[in-house]
């Protein structure tokens, strides 16, 4: 007894490199020679900025689409506006990766996600406004609603217009007659073109050089490829040159 209380006295402060193994099945029992405790480890976080509260994941038609709660609520009174809020009264379900389920066509979902995240309605050559008006108005996008609308509407009136046809005038004048010409044009009349013919002659104590002035204005649709004569405030400047032999007959825009 005398010797094993020696032992122990002996082994104060020394390093201790054996533990006392145990009766029962584990690791060695502990108690005479702890080893040092390592720092519990941290529960894992989620990153920064993918927290449930801000991004929103939806599946379109089987397309997935990721954006912000603040992106998708611009629109008070919209679907996902209420989808966001989770409105009771609006029935949507979620997939097995916790995205909402919503079944329409994702081609379209992505221009309308776009305006809703920098308020400009941008289309690809392949899609066609009414498409979108479909979409927008089952989410109740109001403000896209009318902007599509108008869009519609400036299409049709550009189809049912055609194209913008001109008629042309070229006359040709003296040189002191030519900003007089110019400057009193009206009714639509428009100046395109000077062309020097190179010619001159002996007016008074002066040479006088010659001109083809080239006027044009556009040719109104109404009339189905009538010319419209121009009222007598714009008849004024052409009188001369227009009864006169050195003008040229108006030229059609085909």
């Given at each position: 007894?005398?010797?094993?209380?020696?032992?122990?006295?002996?082994?104060?402060?020394?390093?201790?490199?054996?533990?006392?193994?145990?009766?029962?099945?584990?690791?060695?029992?502990?108690?005479?020679?702890?080893?040092?405790?390592?720092?519990?480890?941290?529960?894992?976080?989620?990153?920064?900025?993918?927290?449930?509260?801000k991004?929103?994941?939806?599946?379109?038609?089987?397309?997935?689409f990721?954006?912000t709660?603040?992106?998708?609520?611009?629109?008070?009174?919209?679907?996902?506006?209420?989808?966001?809020?989770?409105?009771?009264?609006?029935?949507?379900?979620?997939?097995?990766?916790?995205?909402?389920?919503?079944?329409r066509?994702?081609?379209?979902?992505?221009?309308?996600?776009?305006?809703?995240?920098?308020?400009?309605?941008?289309?690809?050559?392949?899609?066609?406004?009414?498409g979108?008006?479909?979409?927008?108005?089952?989410?109740?996008?109001?403000?896209?609603?009318?902007?599509?609308?108008?869009?519609?509407?400036?299409?049709?009136?550009?189809?049912?217009?055609?194209?913008?046809?001109?008629?042309?005038?070229?006359?040709?004048?003296?040189?002191?007659?030519?900003?007089?010409?110019?400057?009193?044009?009206?009714?639509?009349?428009?100046?395109?073109?000077?062309?020097?013919?190179?010619?001159?002659?002996?007016?008074?104590?002066?040479?006088?050089?010659?001109?083809?002035?080239?006027?044009?204005?556009?040719?109104?649709?109404?009339?189905?490829?009538?010319?419209?004569?121009?009222?007598?405030?714009?008849?004024?400047?052409?009188?001369?040159?227009?009864?006169?032999?050195?003008?040229?007959?108006?030229?059609?825009?085909?």
């Amino acid at each position: 007894m005398a010797d094993l209380q020696r032992e122990a006295s002996g082994a104060v402060g020394a390093p201790c490199s054996l533990s006392i193994p145990s009766t029962r099945n584990g690791p060695p029992s502990p108690g005479l020679c702890p080893g040092p405790r390592s720092p519990r480890s941290p529960a894992p976080q989620e990153p920064a900025g993918r927290k449930g509260a801000k991004w929103v994941r939806l599946n379109v038609g089987g397309t997935y689409f990721v954006s912000t709660k603040q992106t998708l609520c611009r629109e008070p009174k919209s679907f996902l506006y209420r989808l966001c809020q989770e409105d009771p009264d609006l029935d949507s379900d979620k997939d097995e990766t916790g995205a909402y389920l919503i079944d329409r066509d994702p081609t379209y979902f992505g221009p309308i996600l776009n305006y809703l995240r920098h308020g400009k309605l941008i289309l690809d050559k392949e899609l066609a406004e009414e498409g979108v008006l479909e979409e927008a108005e089952f989410y109740n996008i109001a403000s896209l609603v009318r902007l599509v609308k108008e869009r519609i509407r400036d299409n049709e009136n550009r189809t049912s217009q055609g194209p913008v046809k001109h008629v042309y005038r070229v006359l040709q004048c003296q040189e002191e007659e030519l900003t007089q010409m110019v400057s009193t044009m009206s009714d639509g009349w428009k100046f395109e073109q000077l062309i020097s013919i190179g010619s001159s002659y002996n007016y008074g104590n002066e040479d006088q050089a010659e001109f083809l002035c080239v006027v044009s204005r556009e040719l109104n649709n109404s009339t189905n490829g009538l010319v419209i004569e121009p009222s007598e405030k714009a008849k004024k400047p052409l009188a001369h040159h227009s009864n006169s032999k050195n003008c040229i007959p108006e030229l059609h825009s085909p």
